[in-house]
């Protein structure tokens, strides 16, 4: 084996390509596909670091996705892809790869919104995380599995947890799902569109729970403790950073002072739109993007310049990863045109693997860290699922009273012709039957849609909380010992 250090180079992209509703999507999905097709022939060149993973989300169309399969194989740097069906639409994951796939899961996340949400729509496209599972010659047989997900928008960045109850649930099942897989000793990626802000209580409980390092994070806190290296480029020869061993395990008051300073939410604003690039990270809302223009943006999106709710986040055993690069992509317009390629940037990350040793017999499957979350973090979490389940109970609950109350006005309706005094004018008579018929299909349909979300969707939603709550009572209970 060379002695000389290995990497992984990854990058995430949320592509904006619902059909019919992302604005130019045919165009922008094709220049997607031809610049990451020159991306990774450029990095495969001598004396640069080629690509290993491509994470995409909102690649809803089908075509798209075989469209951008096909420039990637066409410079043979990612022969291998994955496109992960869910949901009635489909979440729109899919991942290219330069190692054969050995295994690929797909898993929906048990809560995901309304169904009465149809311009949210992710109760419809069933938003979930897929992955695969690589086993990449240098690691001595050791396996990576690679996540790309996308978690629940509705809710915000402010105001009470528990408007976030769904996007708390998506990082619970995540966690574990990360967890199981590191318990089989498998090193992790997960890239993705998490719609969450660095330091909210979603990604502590990604940070903590899953012993997830954020690359962005990792590579600004390395370039703070040694500022006479600068930011590094992608395709510089990479080297080790120091040990940040502290963070990957979630303990934020045992990193380092400079990743505390990387860290802070509470600093002032960016100096410029392209600062806040650089200097946080953004990934959406940014005044640089075309699609922003219009939009509505939050108090903090205009204080930051934009938000980052993307990320490349890390783990492996014993800490053999390491992040020397991060950096935030396709924020140029699409080539001739005078607008963004998505509504989201990508983060690209290279990411330094110091090769393992051959494990010893008694340190097979074992992990860096069982990660804890803290007291503080459980707290929190408890407090929005259980807050959420009250409020969930009460909209089941005055769905299914419409739908009682929609089953007399039904009759009433459907009878309502035959008593309705006669008259003379045919005209008349016409457009009291059009309205009794559109009547009874306008009670019909909500009636039905009130019994579906009251009943179905209600339980499903009751029964989904629940079991997070007990999920996390069993953890806590678990950590704090008899």
């Known amino acids: 084996m060379t002695s000389s250090p290995l990497t992984l180079r990854s990058l995430t992209l949320n592509c904006w390509g619902l059909k019919y509703v992302a604005k130019v999507r045919e165009d922008r999905l094709r220049a997607i596909g031809d610049a990451l097709a020159d991306m990774t022939a450029a990095a495969a060149q001598d004396g640069k670091t080629p690509y290993s993973f491509i994470a995409l ?91 790309t997900t996308h978690f629940h928008a509705k809710g915000g960045d402010d105001g009470p947890e528990v408007s976030r109850a769904h996007r708390l649930g998506h990082a619970w099942e995540l966690a574990n799902i990360i967890r199981a897989s590191a318990e089989r000793g498998r090193w992790t990626i997960a890239m993705g569109d998490y719609n969450s802000l660095p330091r909210s209580l979603v990604m502590r409980v990604l940070r903590e729970h899953a012993c997830l ?42 990193a380092t002072p400079a990743l505390r300073r990387a860290t802070r939410e509470d600093e002032g604003p960016p100096a410029s739109a392209e600062d806040a690039l650089h200097s946080r990270g953004v990934t959406a809302d940014s005044p640089l993007n075309t699609w922003s223009a219009g939009k509505w943006l939050s108090d903090l999106a205009k204080h930051d310049k934009g938000k980052r709710l993307d990320y490349v986040l890390y783990r492996a055993p014993r800490g053999q990863l390491r992040c020397v690069q991060a950096s935030v992509v396709f924020t140029e317009h699409v080539p001739g045109r005078d607008y963004s390629y998505s509504d989201h940037f990508g983060v690209d990350a290279t990411l330094v693997v110091d090769p393992p040793q051959e494990p010893r017999e008694e340190e097979a499957g074992v992990f860096d860290s069982v990660g804890t979350m803290s007291e503080d973090t459980f707290e929190s979490v408890l407090e929005a699922m259980r807050a959420a389940g009250p409020p969930a109970r009460k909209r089941s609950q005055q769905l299914l009273a419409y739908f009682t109350v929609a089953i007399p006005l039904l009759v009433v ?34 009636g039905t849609t009130a019994l579906y979300a009251g009943f179905i969707f209600g339980n499903w939603e009751a029964r989904a909380l629940r079991r997070a709550v007990e999920e996390l009572e069993c953890w806590r209970d678990r950590i704090s010992g008899p």
């Open 413 to 446: 309706l459907i009878v309502s012709p035959f008593w309705a005094p006669r008259t003379d004018s045919v005209i008349a008579e016409r457009g009291l039957a059009f309205g009794a018929i559109f009547l009874t299909a306008l009670v019909t349909w909500s």
């Open 213 to 254: 390092a954020d690359s962005w994070e990792s590579a600004r806190a390395f370039y703070l403790d040694h500022p006479n290296l600068g930011p590094r480029s992608p395709d510089a020869a990479p080297s080790s950073p120091p040990a940040l061993d502290a963070f990957e395990g979630g303990d934020m008051e045992l």
């Open 57 to 147: 989300q909102e690649c809803w169309v089908y075509s798209d996705f075989e469209y951008i399969r096909e420039r990637l194989r066409q410079n043979g740097t990612l022969k291998h892809s994955k496109y992960f069906w869910t949901g009635a639409l489909g979440a729109g994951l899919a991942i290219f790869s330069a190692y054969p796939i050995r295994e690929s899961h797909t898993y929906a996340y048990s809560l995901n919104g309304s169904p009465l949400d149809v311009a949210g729509g992710d109760w419809y496209v069933g938003k979930g995380v897929g992955s695969i599972v690589v086993r990449p010659d240098f690691l001595n047989g050791q396996e990576i599995e690679v996540f």
